[in-house]
C-alpha cells in the first residue's frame, strides 16, 4: 500500500488480502467476507480473476462511501462481542445502506431486525429508499394517525404520493366524514394508495356497525358522549348518519 496514505487503526490487519481506499483511508480486510456474502464483490472480483487465498495487488477505491458508514458495515462483519453489536440507530442505517447497496442478503436482513426508526416518518423513508415493502403501510397509517400534522420539513423528504395519502386520510378524519376507528386506518391508507380515494358524501353505504369498547388512543368513542373520538378529542357529529370506515372500504376495495 501507499505509504503516504492513512492506516486505518483498527481494520488494517497484515493478513488481510484486499484494500479499500475510503475518505484518504486505507482498511485491509479479508476479501473471503466480501466474495461469500456480496453477490456485487463476487463478481467483480471473478471479473479480476483472483483466487480467495491471493492478495490483491491493487488499491480498491470507494470514492463515493463515506468513512462512518463503511466503519459501521466493517464493524458487523468484526464484532468485538458475537453476543451483541452495540450499534445505534445511525450506525445501522449505515449497515442497511451499504448491504443492500453490494447485495449482501444476511447483513441486510440483520439490520432490518436490529433496526428501531425513532418516528413514523423516519420509518417512512427507509422503507421507500431501501424497499422495505412490510414498513411502508404501518409507517403512513401512524402518520395519519397521531395528532400533529406532517411538518414542513418532514414534506419535503417524502415523495409527492406519499404527502397526498397522508393529508387526504386525515382530511377525512378531521372533518368527520367517516367514523373512524384507528384500527381501519391502514385499510384507508391502502384505498388511497390504489387511488381509490374519493369524495364519499353522495355515496349510499351500509349503516355504521355498533360501536367496539372504548380503548386507549387512536379512535375511540368518547365515554361521556358516546361521539367519535381521534387522539382523544371527541369529534361532534353533524349529520344524521355517518357512513363506516369499513363500509366505504367496502366498496372501494375488491373482495
Not at 486505518?8 to 467476507?33: A, E, P, Q, S, W
Not at 463503511?70 to 448491504?99: D, M, Q, R, T
Not at 436482513?109 to 427507509?126: E, G, V, Y
Not at 358524501?201 to 386507549?216: C, I, K
Given at each position: 500500500?501507499d ?10 490487519f ?7 481506499l475510503?475518505?484518504?483511508?486505507l482498511y ?10 456480496s ?6 472480483f ?9 492478495a ?5 477505491s470507494?470514492?463515493?462511501?463515506e468513512?462512518?458508514?463503511?466503519e459501521a458495515?466493517?464493524?458487523v462483519i ?5 453476543e ?7 450506525e445501522?442505517?449505515?449497515v442497511l445502506?451499504?448491504?443492500?447497496r453490494?447485495g449482501?442478503?444476511?447483513?441486510r ?11 413514523p ?16 403501510l404501518?409507517a ?13 420539513d ?12 397522508v ?9 368527520c ?8 386506518i391502514?385499510r ?10 374519493s ?13 367496539a ?6 379512535a375511540a368513542?368518547?365515554?361521556?358522549t358516546?361521539?367519535p ?7 361532534p ?19
Amino acid at each position: 500500500a501507499d505509504d503516504s496514505l492513512l492506516r486505518h487503526d483498527k481494520y488494517f490487519f497484515n493478513d488481510g488480502n484486499i484494500t479499500f481506499l475510503v475518505d484518504g483511508t486505507l482498511y485491509c480486510i479479508h476479501r473471503y467476507f466480501f466474495s461469500r456474502d456480496s453477490e456485487y464483490f463476487s463478481t467483480r472480483f471473478a471479473q479480476l480473476g483472483i483466487r480467495d487465498h491471493e492478495a490483491l495487488p491493487t488499491i480498491i477505491s470507494l470514492g463515493d462511501i463515506e468513512s462512518r458508514d463503511f466503519e459501521a458495515f466493517l464493524s458487523v462483519i468484526y464484532p468485538e462481542n458475537f453476543e451483541k453489536h452495540g450499534l445505534c440507530y445511525e450506525e445501522w442505517v449505515s449497515v442497511l445502506h451499504l448491504s443492500t447497496r453490494w447485495g449482501f442478503a444476511s447483513l441486510r436482513k440483520l439490520a432490518l431486525a436490529s433496526i428501531n426508526p425513532p418516528t413514523p416518518h423516519d420509518q417512512l423513508l427507509l422503507a421507500r429508499r431501501y424497499s422495505i415493502d412490510d414498513w411502508v403501510l404501518p409507517a403512513l397509517s401512524s402518520l395519519c394517525e397521531r395528532t400533529a400534522p406532517l411538518s414542513l420539513d418532514e414534506a419535503r423528504q417524502m415523495n409527492i404520493e406519499d404527502v397526498v395519502i397522508v393529508a387526504t386520510v386525515r382530511e377525512n378524519i378531521r372533518n368527520c366524514t367517516l367514523r373512524v376507528n384507528v384500527a381501519e386506518i391502514p385499510r384507508r391508507v391502502e384505498a388511497a394508495q390504489v387511488g381509490r380515494l374519493s369524495s364519499f358524501e353522495d355515496v349510499d353505504v351500509p349503516p355504521a356497525r355498533p360501536e367496539a369498547p372504548p380503548f386507549s388512543g387512536g379512535a375511540a368513542p368518547s365515554i361521556k358522549t358516546g361521539t367519535p373520538c381521534f387522539a382523544g378529542v371527541a369529534i361532534p357529529s353533524t349529520k344524521p348518519r355517518h357512513p363506516s370506515l369499513a363500509g366505504l372500504l367496502s366498496l372501494q376495495l375488491p373482495q
